[in-house]
């Protein structure tokens, strides 16, 4: 039984938007923080966005920092990456991932002990 799974990836040209969804098993939504990770052909997996599940602070790597947005969506036990003025450089394969990470660690793969398989976002510039 798949544990994350991603939807809402596809083709949108430069400057566009798309909105990702990862619905999340309920053992796992009710006590994990929830992130996204993108990885490009060629590159390491890097960190997006997360939410700590405590206190729900948001995080963002500096290059979608105002563009995207991250949300828990706790009627549907899922998060949501909302993405706005979509850019070349934003291709890539996102992941949905859960764990339990401090703050000095969220932006790190090895802090997140639950993967999903993968959304493909495509920005046609």
């Known amino acids: 039984q798949e544990q994350l799974v991603e939807s809402g990836g596809g083709l949108v040209e430069a400057g566009g938007s798309l909105r990702l969804s990862c619905i999340v098993s309920r053992d796992i939504f009710n006590g994990y923080g929830l992130a996204w990770f993108r990885q490009a052909p060629g590159k390491d997996r890097e960190f997006v966005a997360a939410v700590r599940y405590h206190n729900g602070m948001t995080y963002y790597a500096d290059s979608v920092k105002g563009r995207f947005t991250v949300s828990r969506d706790n009627s549907r036990n899922a998060v949501h990456l909302q993405m706005n003025g979509l850019k070349s450089e934003d291709t890539a394969l996102y992941f949905c991932?859960?764990?339990?990470?401090?703050?000095?660690?969220?932006?790190?793969?090895?802090?997140?002990?639950?993967w999903g398989q993968g959304t493909q976002v495509t920005v046609s510039s």
């Open positions: 991932a859960a764990g339990r990470p401090i703050a000095s660690t969220v932006r790190r793969t090895t802090s997140y002990n639950y």
